[in-house]
């Protein structure tokens, strides 16, 4: 079965995915370049606290400066946040053209008009608040101490599959209201006609949240709560780098979009939480973890789950884990999704010369070369050992 990558049909990913990496250390000084050779350390410097840049306008988005701060120079780690927002700006103006660059602009002005003629419903939905969207649960997990936080995360989610990863995350009440909010914007385009972006080239019913505001509030959700739990369980596609998304709802029934075919997505790591409501079907079912090279490869047994929704409670997988939805029989289902990206990771995997380790097939060839490898050493001991004997 041939596997479609579901992507953002408005722009390429929010930040450029190209950066140049290298383990080589700084600039004297502590001063940004002024030519060429803009470099950043190919491993990140874990316990740096990286600099807010939320108050600046810039070009690229906030969040990808704090990302890629940690893998700057050690002698550029404590300059002046000014001097290290130009010597990643100017890194980042390098890798992406003048193209990316003009498409980034006009959508920031489609958003702007957006923003500027929509009047939201609920206006504390546009700024996180813990207690009102999450369960005690998960709200608890992320107030521990630091020291413990892992720890007190790994405690409310279960892996119901290798890979897959459940938690209760949202409150009725704010899915009730997620949901008003939808319908609310849905009211405002069919009233002004205005036109505007589906979610992505495979869903053509849903919203992109991030269009009408709400992207200041997905990215504290990314940063502050999915970026730990993707840390921990997804730290080998850069979950600990994760700095940009793509957040949506998407809407399934008889009058909607009924299924979802199998693919991947355009993300590192993909969270995914069923918001309502009354519905039958619309199962996911996932069929294991693949890289480009092998996305169209057989599934084994043992890759084979799924998952039925509840309202409320929230998946979260690799965004190369296959999968797809099954029809919703009746009623309407609506999901909230945010995929999530990493820039750095998306450049390291560039370099990357054989195996994936997050990809089943490269490690089933791996085993496989390994198994070989060794049965060829065997048949030559046992033949070094018959000519001694002779």
């Given at each position: 079965m041939?596997?479609?990558?579901?992507?953002?049909?408005?722009l390429?990913?929010?930040?450029?995915?190209?950066?140049t990496?290298?383990?080589?250390?700084?600039?004297?000084?502590?001063?940004?370049?002024?030519n060429?050779?803009?470099?950043?350390?190919l491993?990140?410097?874990?316990?740096?606290?990286?600099?807010?840049y939320?108050?600046?306008g810039?070009?690229?988005?906030?969040?990808?400066?704090?990302?890629?701060?940690?893998?700057?120079?050690?002698?550029?780690?404590?300059?002046?946040?000014d001097?290290?927002?130009?010597?990643?700006?100017?890194?980042?103006?390098?890798?992406?053209?003048?193209?990316?660059?003009?498409?980034?602009?006009?959508?920031?002005?489609?958003?702007q008009?957006?923003?500027s003629?929509?009047?939201?419903?609920?206006?504390?939905?546009?700024?996180?608040n813990?207690?009102?969207?999450?369960?005690?649960?998960?709200?608890?997990?992320?107030?521990a101490?630091?020291?413990?936080?892992?720890?007190?995360?790994?405690?409310?989610?279960?892996?119901?599959?290798?890979?897959v990863?459940?938690?209760?995350?949202?409150?009725?009440?704010?899915?009730?209201?997620l949901?008003?909010?939808?319908?609310?914007?849905?009211?405002?385009?069919?009233?002004?006609?205005?036109?505007?972006?589906r979610?992505?080239?495979?869903?053509?019913?849903g919203v992109?949240?991030?269009?009408?505001?709400?992207?200041?509030?997905?990215?504290?959700?990314?940063?502050?709560?999915?970026?730990?739990?993707?840390?921990?369980?997804f730290?080998?596609?850069?979950?600990?780098?994760?700095?940009?998304?793509?957040?949506?709802?998407?809407?399934?029934?008889?009058?909607?979009?009924?299924?979802?075919?199998?693919?991947?997505?355009?993300s590192?790591?993909?969270?995914?939480?069923?918001?309502?409501?009354?519905?039958?079907?619309?199962?996911?079912f996932?069929?294991?973890?693949?890289?480009?090279?092998?996305?169209?490869?057989?599934?084994?047994?043992?890759e084979?789950?799924?998952?039925?929704?509840?309202?409320?409670?929230?998946?979260i997988?690799?965004g190369?884990?296959?999968h797809?939805?099954?029809?919703?029989?009746?009623?309407?289902?609506?999901?909230?999704?945010?995929?999530?990206?990493?820039?750095?990771?998306?450049?390291?995997?560039?370099?990357?010369?054989?195996?994936?380790?997050?990809?089943?097939?490269?490690?089933?060839?791996?085993?496989?070369r390994?198994?070989?490898?060794?049965?060829?050493?065997?048949?030559?001991?046992?033949?070094?050992?018959?000519?001694?004997?002779l």
């Amino acid at each position: 079965m041939a596997v479609d990558r579901g992507s953002d049909p408005s722009l390429p990913p929010s930040s450029p995915a190209n950066v140049t990496v290298t383990n080589g250390g700084g600039h004297g000084g502590g001063l940004a370049p002024s030519n060429a050779n803009y470099r950043l350390r190919l491993n990140p410097n874990q316990d740096h606290r990286a600099d807010n840049y939320d108050d600046l306008g810039m070009e690229f988005t906030p969040l990808l400066f704090s990302s890629l701060e940690r893998y700057l120079p050690p002698n550029l780690l404590d300059v002046p946040r000014d001097t290290k927002y130009k010597y990643m700006r100017d890194i980042l103006r390098r890798y992406s053209t003048e193209g990316d660059r003009t498409r980034e602009q006009k959508h920031k002005e489609y958003r702007q008009k957006i923003v500027s003629n929509y009047q939201p419903l609920y206006r504390e939905l546009y700024t996180i608040n813990s207690s009102m969207f999450f369960v005690p649960s998960f709200a608890r997990a992320f107030s521990a101490l630091e020291k413990n936080k892992d720890e007190s995360i790994k405690s409310i989610i279960n892996e119901p599959a290798p890979g897959v990863y459940t938690f209760d995350m949202l409150q009725p009440r704010f899915c009730e209201m997620l949901l008003s909010e939808v319908e609310n914007f849905e009211k405002w385009v069919h009233e002004t006609k205005f036109r505007i972006m589906r979610p992505n080239t495979m869903n053509k019913f849903g919203v992109v949240l991030d269009d009408f505001g709400m992207q200041g509030t997905l990215d504290k959700l990314m940063e502050d709560f999915i970026r730990h739990i993707s840390k921990i369980y997804f730290p080998d596609v850069g979950g600990f780098s994760l700095d940009s998304h793509h957040g949506f709802v998407v809407e399934y029934g008889m009058d909607r979009d009924v299924e979802l075919g199998f693919h991947v997505d355009d993300s590192e790591v993909t969270l995914n939480v069923c918001l309502g409501k009354q519905f039958s079907g619309g199962e996911l079912f996932f069929r294991g973890l693949r890289c480009e090279k092998h996305v169209n490869t057989e599934t084994h047994p043992e890759e084979i789950f799924d998952y039925s929704h509840v309202p409320g409670r929230a998946i979260i997988h690799r965004g190369r884990h296959r999968h797809g939805a099954r029809a919703t029989t009746s009623g309407h289902r609506i999901n909230l999704l945010l995929w999530c990206r990493s820039s750095v990771f998306r450049e390291l995997k560039k370099h990357k010369k054989e195996f994936l380790s997050f990809c089943g097939e490269c490690q089933r060839e791996k085993k496989g070369r390994l198994f070989h490898s060794v049965a060829a050493r065997k048949k030559e001991l046992l033949v070094d050992e018959g000519e001694v004997a002779l």
